[in-house]
């Protein structure tokens, strides 16, 4: 019941809360919008410019156009010159001229003066100038070279630019650390895992829905997350006119509301949903066999519970099928499925029955919600293989790949590290990648990828080692990682850590020193790339106007403005990599300062797609100038079934058995001197012998028991939310009703109506949520859109930090609770992954 209204929210209302009437009150006069008109600086159309840049509010980043006037941005749209979405947008883009022109932000360098550190703790920064900045910094890494210790640097990246490896990956090594520690493992790597194994692309898809006529997601919510929103919401209307769609999702998502099914499954069970829409699909006859092949004699041999001898079927495009019905699949009929995930056994039958009679134009979708679980690694690659059976992989209609485009590389700094410097990258990495217990196979090499929350507790064991100096660059960590608290103990340990950053957020506050960033969208340069409408674009972001205070470009004229004291200093490696290897490509010059070395950076690493000289494909500019004034480049359109028995896996086929995960696993196992099964137990799943190289069910890890916390907590985005970066934002408190079933200037959990009865809560009360990890106090919604036994709250508030609209006191008290404090800091550790889902038991009280 909604207290307000004195009535369940009713459906339609609910397609109001996710419509574009919102966006009406984005566009209300702002306060700092009638400051700017009392000013006089009054918005006349037609006087002031349209500049292109990126939006980097999620990782859709849509190339955009930005209204300058009079030296101030004033409106966003989407760039007429793209290809993937045009002018279309998402309703968060508004959202970034908010944290532009924040009162709340950084504007000069700012130094520590309270030794303790501590939430509530004033950590008394002073503002001091760039030189003392710069100098502090160089003092710690001079004193690391002399001790040997160049390993003791440690870089932290969040949110960034294709040109952030220059202050991440490349500086870092030339000053002879292994450290360039990356978000991506909380982030969405256990999703690249699931088409890794199956077809070979280390990478996310995107999906043709203008020709599609089914839509199949698993928990993903394309009007409001995951990647091209903006594309989806402009085509998701004519979509539903030719395509049915089902959500699987324990909560009633913006896209469920306006879906033909909605599947609210139990959290942590998709896997069993998918392997027996599998079963289904094969007992049926359903599978595409244009990709798939078939029985020699036509006959279907697939029958529950029997055994298939492979030597009947002849494979074409895929590898395994037979092996992976006899493995796996032959048990998992519906009604086993029904029983784990709460669905009908009816319902699964329905559903196998219109994927096979619409495949291949079929999509199967599948969010971070479903595999950055505990293990979570195998329902990525389960979900992902209906797309194979369905022949859905490359197809109009289907599911494609993001296309390569020819963007360059920040150049390798590694000849340019001396001696001291190569002793040190030579340490192990801080954050235990490759390590028995954390694979991380990134394109399936043992410790390819990062394992980014593992860093917090690297350092309170100081296992390997206690990182001296580290530097977080547009991360929250403290904020945004399960069990973030235990990144606030870790940070008080380190010597020595300095935050490049837009606003004071929870990690830095325990900073010891701040460097005020320019604004992503606005106020530098940057490269992104995203794909859609079957085209993959590369944009550009650039200044465009005065930066505010005194912040400098962060990727690359940190680096330069280290790089020139290390050089004072008689250490000049850093400096000769800098203007050697980034000249600029029209002139020859070398970079003088950090705003040139920015500028050269942008263009060298996009020469192949605006110098007609080089010209490769797609968008054919006649030289930097005009790719700067377009601001983004599109790839020619997608060429289908191209990949077809040219995959990037073992057998160049799509694997249902995978050669190429037994390739990864094996060899991550005999580094270890072990077998895989010991791989299997050290990373917490319950497969053995060759059902670790099939997709397959495996029962998700309960943190905390039933007893003691009998509800299960799900987690989601909101669709105001630019990661963590927005709740400073008024228009984001304002608008937040844009989620069903959330409210204006609140942070609500949603309980089924039938669970608060019980639980003698009623809708606006104020409840506390408890965990194994902690405890948060937030808002009651009674929702019918949760499945009973769950509680759904969207990540996002909670901050109290970052400034005074996001916190209720800033640097104490948090406006509602942070999710990231109620889970525990646990892995897919296969990928590396944080798991932020599956099954994290709660206990909900009135407070
Ligand atoms: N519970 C829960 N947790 C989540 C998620 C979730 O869905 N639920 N999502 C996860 C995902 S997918 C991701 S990618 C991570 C993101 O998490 P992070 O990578 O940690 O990024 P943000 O939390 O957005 O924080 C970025 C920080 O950079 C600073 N900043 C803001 N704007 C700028 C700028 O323009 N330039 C610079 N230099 N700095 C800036 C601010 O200090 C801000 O706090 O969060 C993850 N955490
Ligand atoms: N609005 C918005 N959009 C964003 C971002 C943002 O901050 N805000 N961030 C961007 C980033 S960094 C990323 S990585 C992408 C990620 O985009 P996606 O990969 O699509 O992942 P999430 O939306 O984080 O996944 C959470 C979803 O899974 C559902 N879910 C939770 N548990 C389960 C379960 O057990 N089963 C099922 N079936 N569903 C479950 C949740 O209800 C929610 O809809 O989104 C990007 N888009
Ligand atoms: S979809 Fe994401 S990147 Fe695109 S406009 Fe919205 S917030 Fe920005
Ligand atoms: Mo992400």
Same mark, same amino acid.
Request: glycine share 8%; net charge neutral.
């Given at each position: 019941?909604?207290?307000?209204?004195?009535?369940?929210?009713?459906?339609?209302?609910?397609?109001?809360?996710?419509?574009?009437?919102?966006?009406?009150?984005?566009?209300?006069?702002?306060?700092?919008?009638? +400051?700017?008109?009392?000013?006089?600086?009054?918005?006349?159309?037609?006087?002031?410019?349209?500049?292109? &840049?990126?939006?980097?509010?999620?990782?859709?980043?849509?190339?955009?156009?930005?209204? =300058?006037?009079?030296?101030?941005?004033?409106?966003?749209?989407?760039?007429?010159?793209?290809?993937?979405?045009?002018?279309?947008?998402?309703?968060?883009?508004?959202?970034?001229?908010?944290?532009?022109?924040?009162?709340?932000?950084?504007? &000069?360098?700012?130094?520590?003066?309270?030794?303790?550190?501590?939430?509530? =703790?004033?950590? $008394?920064?002073?503002?001091?100038?760039?030189?003392?900045?710069?100098?502090?910094?160089?003092?710690?890494?001079?004193?690391?070279?002399?001790?040997?210790?160049?390993?003791?640097?440690?870089?932290?990246?969040?949110?960034?630019?294709?040109?952030?490896?220059?202050?991440?990956?490349?500086?870092?090594?030339?000053?002879?650390?292994?450290?360039?520690?990356?978000?991506?493992?909380?982030?969405?790597?256990?999703?690249?895992?699931?088409?890794?194994?199956?077809?070979?692309?280390?990478?996310?898809?995107?999906?043709? =829905?203008?020709?599609?006529?089914?839509?199949?997601?698993?928990?993903?919510?394309?009007?409001?997350?995951?990647?091209?929103?903006?594309?989806?919401?402009?085509?998701?209307? @004519?979509?539903?006119?030719?395509?049915?769609?089902?959500?699987?999702?324990?909560?009633?998502?913006?896209? +469920?509301?306006?879906?033909?099914?909605?599947?609210?499954?139990?959290?942590?069970?998709?896997?069993?949903?998918? *392997?027996?829409?599998?079963?289904?699909?094969?007992?049926?006859?359903?599978?595409?066999?244009?990709?798939?092949?078939?029985?020699?004699?036509?006959?279907?041999? %697939?029958?529950?519970?029997?055994?298939?001898?492979?030597?009947?079927?002849?494979?074409?495009?895929?590898?395994?099928?037979?092996?992976?019905?006899?493995?796996?699949?032959?048990?998992?009929?519906? !009604?086993?499925?029904?029983?784990?995930?709460?669905?009908?056994?009816?319902?699964?039958?329905?559903?196998?029955? #219109?994927?096979?009679?619409?495949?291949?134009?079929?999509?199967?979708?599948?969010?971070?919600?479903?595999?950055?679980?505990?293990?979570?690694?195998?329902?990525?690659?389960?979900?992902?293989?209906?797309?194979?059976?369905?022949?859905?992989?490359?197809?109009?209609?289907?599911?494609?790949?993001?296309?390569?485009?020819?963007?360059?590389?920040?150049?390798?700094?590694?000849?340019?590290?001396?001696?001291?410097?190569?002793?040190?990258? #030579?340490?192990?990495?801080?954050?235990?990648?490759?390590?028995?217990?954390?694979?991380?196979?990134? #394109?399936?090499?043992?410790?390819?990828?990062?394992?980014?929350?593992?860093?917090?507790?690297?350092?309170?064991?100081?296992?390997?080692?206690?990182?001296?100096?580290?530097?977080?660059?547009? @991360?929250?960590?403290?904020?945004?990682?399960?069990?973030?608290?235990?990144?606030?103990?870790?940070?008080?340990?380190?010597?020595?850590?300095?935050?490049?950053?837009?606003?004071?957020?929870?990690?830095?506050?325990?900073?010891?020193?701040?460097?005020?960033?320019?604004?992503?969208?606005?106020?530098?340069?940057?490269? $992104?790339?995203?794909?859609?409408?079957?085209?993959?674009?590369?944009?550009?972001?650039?200044?465009?106007?005065?930066?505010?205070?005194?912040?400098?470009?962060?990727?690359?004229?940190?680096?330069?403005?280290?790089?020139?004291?290390?050089?004072?200093?008689?250490?000049?490696?850093?400096?000769?990599?800098?203007?050697?290897?980034?000249?600029?490509?029209?002139?020859?010059? !070398?970079?003088?300062?950090?705003?040139?070395? +920015?500028?050269?950076?942008?263009?060298? *690493?996009?020469?192949?797609?605006?110098?007609?000289?080089?010209?490769?494909?797609?968008?054919?500019?006649?030289?930097?100038?005009?790719?700067?004034?377009?601001?983004?480049?599109?790839?020619?359109?997608?060429?289908?079934?191209?990949?077809?028995?040219?995959?990037?896996?073992? &057998?160049?086929?799509?694997?249902?058995?995978?050669?190429?995960?037994?390739?990864?696993?094996?060899?991550?196992?005999?580094?270890?001197? &072990?077998?895989?099964?010991?791989?299997?137990?050290?990373?917490?799943?319950?497969?053995?012998?060759?059902?670790?190289?099939?997709?397959?069910?495996?029962?998700?890890?309960?943190?905390?028991?039933?007893?003691?916390?009998?509800?299960?907590?799900?987690?989601?985005?909101?669709?105001?939310?630019?990661?963590?970066?927005?709740?400073?934002?008024?228009?984001?408190?304002?608008?937040?009703?844009?989620?069903?079933?959330?409210?204006?200037?609140?942070?609500?959990?949603?309980?089924?109506?039938?669970?608060?009865?019980?639980?003698?809560?009623?809708?606006?009360?104020?409840?506390?949520?408890?965990? =194994?990890?902690?405890?948060?106090?937030?808002?009651?919604?009674?929702?019918?859109?949760?499945?009973?036994?769950?509680?759904?709250?969207?990540?996002? $508030?909670?901050?109290?930090?970052?400034?005074?609209?996001?916190?209720?006191? %800033?640097?104490?008290?948090?406006?509602?609770?942070?999710?990231?404090?109620?889970?525990?800091?646990?892995?897919?550790?296969?990928?590396?992954?944080?798991?932020?889902?599956?099954?994290?038991?709660?206990?909900?009280?009135?407070?």
């Amino acid at each position: 019941m909604n207290k307000k209204n004195g009535l369940c929210l009713s459906r339609r209302q609910l397609l109001l809360g996710t419509g574009s009437l919102a966006l009406v009150s984005l566009f209300s006069p702002s306060p700092i919008m009638m +400051a700017m008109a009392k000013a006089g600086m009054v918005y006349e159309p037609g006087s002031g410019k349209w500049i292109g &840049t990126t939006c980097n509010g999620c990782t859709s980043f849509c190339a955009k156009q930005v209204y =300058i006037q009079d030296g101030r941005a004033l409106h966003i749209r989407g760039n007429e010159h793209s290809k993937v979405h045009g002018t279309s947008s998402c309703p968060r883009q508004y959202l970034a001229l908010q944290e532009l022109y924040d009162p709340d932000r950084v504007r &000069t360098p700012m130094l520590r003066t309270n030794p303790e550190k501590g939430r509530g =703790i004033d950590p $008394q920064f002073k503002p001091i100038s760039w030189d003392e900045a710069i100098k502090l910094m160089a003092d710690r890494l001079m004193a690391l070279r002399e001790r040997n210790e160049t390993h003791r640097y440690v870089t932290l990246r969040g949110r960034y630019s294709y040109l952030s490896d220059l202050l991440i990956k490349n500086f870092t090594q030339v000053l002879g650390s292994p450290n360039a520690i990356t978000h991506s493992a909380l982030c969405a790597e256990a999703d690249k895992l699931g088409s890794f194994f199956t077809e070979g692309d280390w990478g996310y898809r995107q999906y043709d =829905i203008k020709d599609t006529r089914y839509i199949l997601s698993f928990g993903v919510d394309p009007l409001s997350a995951n990647r091209q929103v903006s594309y989806y919401c402009s085509q998701w209307g @004519n979509t539903l006119d030719h395509a049915q769609v089902a959500i699987v999702d324990p909560r009633f998502s913006a896209s +469920a509301a306006k879906a033909d099914e909605w599947l609210p499954v139990v959290p942590g069970q998709d896997a069993a949903l998918g *392997l027996a829409l599998a079963h289904q699909i094969l007992v049926d006859g359903g599978w595409h066999r244009p990709f798939i092949g078939d029985f020699k004699d036509g006959q279907n041999r %697939f029958v529950a519970g029997q055994e298939v001898d492979p030597e009947y079927f002849d494979e074409l495009h895929s590898h395994g099928l037979v092996r992976w019905w006899n493995l796996e699949l032959k048990e998992h009929t519906p !009604e086993w499925a029904a029983e784990l995930s709460g669905i009908e056994a009816a319902q699964i039958r329905r559903l196998a029955k #219109k994927l096979a009679d619409a495949a291949p134009r079929v999509q199967v979708w599948r969010a971070r919600g479903v595999q950055m679980q505990h293990r979570g690694g195998y329902t990525a690659m389960a979900l992902h293989a209906l797309n194979g059976l369905l022949g859905a992989i490359d197809q109009e209609g289907g599911v494609l790949k993001w296309a390569s485009v020819p963007l360059g590389e920040i150049p390798s700094s590694k000849k340019y590290a001396d001696e001291i410097g190569q002793q040190g990258l #030579k340490k192990e990495k801080i954050d235990r990648r490759g390590r028995l217990e954390f694979p991380a196979l990134k #394109k399936g090499k043992s410790g390819g990828g990062v394992v980014t929350n593992a860093v917090a507790e690297s350092i309170l064991t100081e296992d390997p080692y206690l990182p001296d100096f580290v530097l977080g660059y547009f @991360n929250n960590f403290t904020f945004s990682a399960p069990g973030g608290q235990q990144w606030e103990e870790a940070l008080k340990k380190v010597p020595f850590v300095a935050h490049i950053t837009t606003n004071i957020s929870e990690f830095s506050w325990y900073a010891d020193l701040i460097l005020p960033a320019p604004h992503f969208m606005f106020e530098r340069w940057g490269i $992104q790339k995203t794909a859609g409408n079957r085209y993959t674009q590369v944009s550009i972001s650039q200044p465009m106007i005065k930066r505010l205070g005194l912040s400098v470009e962060d990727e690359c004229g940190i680096p330069w403005l280290i790089a020139e004291e290390l050089a004072r200093r008689g250490f000049k490696d850093p400096m000769r990599y800098l203007i050697t290897e980034f000249k600029d490509p029209e002139t020859g010059k !070398e970079p003088t300062n950090a705003d040139e070395l +920015a500028l050269y950076a942008t263009k060298l *690493l996009t020469k192949k797609l605006w110098d007609p000289l080089q010209y490769i494909e797609g968008d054919h500019f006649s030289g930097w100038q005009e790719f700067q004034d377009k601001g983004v480049w599109n790839s020619k359109p997608y060429s289908f079934r191209k990949r077809w028995s040219q995959m990037k896996t073992a &057998t160049k086929k799509f694997e249902f058995y995978s050669e190429t995960m037994k390739e990864a696993l094996e060899k991550h196992a005999k580094k270890h001197h &072990t077998d895989v099964d010991q791989v299997m137990e050290a990373t917490g799943y319950l497969a053995r012998g060759e059902q670790a190289f099939v997709p397959h069910y495996e029962p998700p890890f309960r943190y905390g028991d039933e007893k003691a916390f009998p509800m299960l907590f799900v987690d989601h985005k909101s669709r105001l939310s630019r990661e963590g970066r927005s709740a400073n934002s008024f228009w984001y408190q304002q608008n937040l009703d844009v989620d069903p079933g959330a409210r204006k200037y609140a942070d609500v959990a949603k309980l089924n109506p039938i669970d608060a009865k019980m639980l003698s809560i009623e809708d606006g009360d104020t409840i506390r949520i408890t965990s =194994i990890q902690g405890s948060i106090v937030c808002e009651a919604a009674l929702f019918e859109g949760v499945r009973p036994g769950t509680v759904a709250k969207a990540f996002g $508030q909670g901050h109290w930090a970052y400034g005074r609209i996001a916190s209720q006191q %800033f640097g104490k008290i948090p406006f509602g609770g942070n999710n990231n404090e109620l889970l525990p800091p646990v892995y897919e550790q296969l990928s590396g992954s944080s798991a932020f889902y599956g099954q994290i038991g709660v206990r909900v009280e009135k407070v």
